[in-house]
């Protein structure tokens, strides 16, 4: 489950970035497209990812689903983009309270799950590297883009905080997402994304995902950023916090 949210995480990221100040654009996709491309120019960022709503899950593994409230699930920390390093903290209080720390140096993972004592797990795995490669992102995306049965649209600019903001709009099926062979393939229902940018520069200030699975849940996910390129500290735990 860790491994998907901050799949979703990572995606997130590399949709909603920028690095320079343009003329006002009018094109949704264009707007999109101007965020991955940016992404050559962040270094760091904040990350705060907020869930609700409910899903059903077979926990047990009995083959009767039960509802899951997600209401206060969150993911929580940093990401820096060059030095390929991530630091962040989850909380998921309907599943017995659990809490996770996830520290990633390169290829390297460190992981404390609450359940399982206070030390940390070290693992090493190339596929778990943070992704910070632009260029894939773009053509990720752009393919993404062609297979949607309805083309993403552009609302009316708004604020975020002190800052002005495009607005785009994706909305997707469950069709869409099993033609673009995403991890939620395979689920009925629909949803929209709403992607907002500051005007100023395309960097992201926000980016909330709606699904609507029907008999299956719902679910809101919002995910916002902030503290572009400030100054961070990620370091691997110490030794003697390694079991």
Do not use: W
């Not at 995480?9 to 590399?14: D, K």
């Not at 993972?109 to 797990?121: A, E, F, P, V």
């Not at 752009?142 to 609302?155: C, D, F, G, I, R």
């Not at 699904?211 to 996910?221: A, F, P, R, Y």
């Amino acid at each position: 489950m860790f491994r998907r949210l901050a799949s979703l995480v990572a995606a997130a990221v590399l949709v909603v970035g920028a690095c320079s100040s343009v003329p006002a654009v009018t094109d949704p996709k264009e707007i999109m497209t101007k965020s991955v491309v940016s992404l050559q120019g962040l270094k760091t960022a904040h990350l705060k990812l907020d869930v609700s709503g409910s899903v059903k899950l077979d926990i047990t593994g009995t083959g009767n689903p039960t509802a899951l409230n997600l209401q206060g699930t969150t993911m929580q920390g940093d990401v820096n983009v060059p030095d390929k390093k991530a630091h962040i903290a989850i909380a998921v209080p309907a599943l017995l309270n659990v809490t996770a720390d996830l520290i990633q140096i390169a290829d390297t993972t460190y992981t404390k799950i609450s359940l399982q004592g206070d030390k940390y797990t070290k693992s090493t795995s190339a596929s778990s590297a943070v992704n910070t490669d632009p260029t894939k992102a773009l053509g990720d995306l752009t393919t993404a883009l062609n297979k949607l049965s309805s083309p993403p649209t552009k609302l009316g600019d708004e604020k975020c905080g002190s800052a002005d903001c495009y607005h785009v709009q994706v909305k997707v099926t469950s069709a869409d997402l099993n033609a673009i062979g995403t991890p939620t393939s395979g689920v009925s229902g629909d949803g929209t994304l709403d992607l907002y940018t500051q005007k100023s520069d395309f960097r992201p200030v926000k980016l909330t995902m709606a699904v609507n699975g029907g008999d299956q849940g719902n679910l809101v996910i919002t995910v916002e950023l902030s503290n572009f390129d400030a100054p961070v500290s990620i370091d691997a735990p110490s030794a003697d916090q390694i079991r």
